[in-house]
């Protein structure tokens, strides 16, 4: 009978600890709609750079099936910040089914901590030394500063330029059109043309590509070599400028937990 007794409190304990554990961890975002690939839980990213991702981001898929998403929170709550990440990466399904080929940013503001998580198909291009370095040149800079915008959005952009050079691929390939959502919605909003909602949704991309998101700050410049200075620091491998459709949701990708976190 003691035996027994003894046995109901330990297991008493484990189910208390176990729920504890589950209370205490961050509860994963619900998979954004079909065509969104920000979640800005932090409040920290601007509408153009969110619109930017998204457009970019469903060329992307359109054209290769993979997918790059951008995951902004206030805290970890106490879990390791690859845990997390690989979590949401594999819970969303970043990438496709078959070629796992998904890519997912993590800032977590409160905790002053970073990490790209890469899918098993881009770790061979999306290495994680590059993955650090990409966060230590082009992104804690300006985390440093709290301006996590601009941070994202450069780091975006690295990462984007990597994924597009592992397929022969430039920004500048990609087909970005008017026939975005954004550009449908905005036009009904404030009853604009479509040219209208065009111009308006290539300035934004011309803004976020060569004049930074925000404004100011330089930009991307070209080299005689066929490189891309950005920001003043020169990234291997080229990123250039220029390109955009329609695309639908995440395809089901996942992970083993390639990639690299920082903090500042």
């Known amino acids: 009978m003691k035996k027994i007794f003894v046995l109901c409190l330990l297991l008493l304990q484990i189910l208390f600890l176990s729920s504890a554990q589950a209370l205490a961890a961050p509860t994963v975002p619900a998979k954004p709609a079909d065509g969104t690939f920000v979640v800005d839980e932090a409040g920290v990213l601007s509408a153009q750079t969110e619109t930017v991702i998204n457009t970019y981001t469903r060329a992307l898929s359109k054209r290769t099936k993979a997918q790059i998403a951008v995951l902004t929170i206030k805290s970890l709550q106490g879990e390791a910040p690859e845990e997390y990440a690989l979590t949401v990466l594999r819970q969303w399904g970043i990438g496709d089914r078959k070629?796992?080929?998904?890519?997912l940013i993590l800032v977590a503001v409160d905790d002053?901590?970073?990490?790209?998580?890469?899918?098993?198909?881009?770790?061979?291009?999306?290495?994680d030394g590059l993955a650090g370095r990409i966060q230590d040149d082009y992104m804690l800079p300006y985390f440093r500063q709290g301006n996590y915008d601009k941070g994202v959005a450069?780091?975006?952009?690295?990462v984007l330029q990597t994924v597009l050079k592992e397929y022969g691929l430039e920004?500048?390939?990609?087909?970005?059109?008017?026939?975005?959502?954004?550009?449908?919605?905005?036009a009904r909003e404030i009853n604009m043309s479509d040219v209208a909602a065009f111009i308006v949704v290539a300035l934004i991309l011309f803004?976020?590509?060569?004049?930074?998101?925000?404004?100011?700050?330089g930009g991307f410049r070209?080299?005689?070599?066929g490189g891309i200075f950005y920001g003043g620091g020169f990234f291997g491998g080229?990123?250039?400028g220029g390109g955009f459709s329609g695309g639908g949701g995440f395809g089901g990708g996942s992970g083993g937990g390639g990639g690299a976190g920082r903090g500042w």
Do not use: C, M, W
Request: charged share 20%.
């Open 99 to 103: 070629l796992n080929n998904g890519v």
């Open 171 to 186: 920004i500048k390939n990609l087909d970005v059109s008017a026939n975005t959502r954004f550009a449908d919605d905005r």
């Open 207 to 217: 803004g976020f590509f060569f004049g930074g998101p925000g404004g100011g700050g």
């Open 238 to 240: 080229g990123f250039g």
């Open 112 to 127: 002053r901590r970073s990490r790209i998580e890469v899918g098993y198909g881009l770790e061979g291009a999306l290495t």
């Open 222 to 225: 070209r080299t005689q070599h």
């Open 154 to 158: 450069r780091g975006y952009t690295a």
